[in-house]
């Protein structure tokens, strides 16, 4: 099994900045494409960022290059740096990953259990 576990999600005011955080771990062999999505209030989840092993990246348009995706092939984390955030960024963010547990299996997905944004004044 395979255990995603965010952090650093919180209160914010308008322009400001945060960086969340997510670790894998458990049973993982290799981790292919690693991203952020998140759920805003009476929304469907949707894409914010992916990054793949070999650090290439995909953003939806509204990051706008406010957002950055950054990860530690390592230590099995993702990052995503978070600035010039507005209302409008208020959300859970989720983690995903997709892990390949043993050799020769296929590549899973997995999901944290979200970390709340909130950016208001």
């Known amino acids: 099994q395979v255990q995603l576990v965010e952090s650093g999600g919180g209160l914010v005011q308008p322009g400001g900045s945060l960086r969340l955080s997510c670790a894998a771990s458990?049973?993982?062999?290799?981790?292919?494409?690693m991203g952020w999505y998140r759920q805003i209030p009476g929304k469907e989840r949707e894409l914010v960022a992916t990054?793949?092993?070999?650090?290439?990246?995909n953003y939806a348009d509204f990051v706008r290059g406010r957002l950055t995706i950054s990860r530690d092939n390592a230590k099995n984390m993702v990052y995503l740096q978070m600035n010039s955030l507005q209302p409008e960024d208020t959300a859970v963010y989720y983690c995903?990953?997709?892990?390949?547990?043993?050799?020769?299996?296929?590549?899973?997905?997995?999901w944290g259990q979200g970390t709340r944004v909130t950016v208001s004044s």
């Open positions: 995903n990953a997709e892990v390949r547990s043993r050799i020769w299996t296929s590549f899973v997905d997995y």
């Open positions: 458990g049973s993982i062999f290799r981790i292919n494409a």
């Open positions: 990054i793949t092993s070999g650090n290439c990246t």
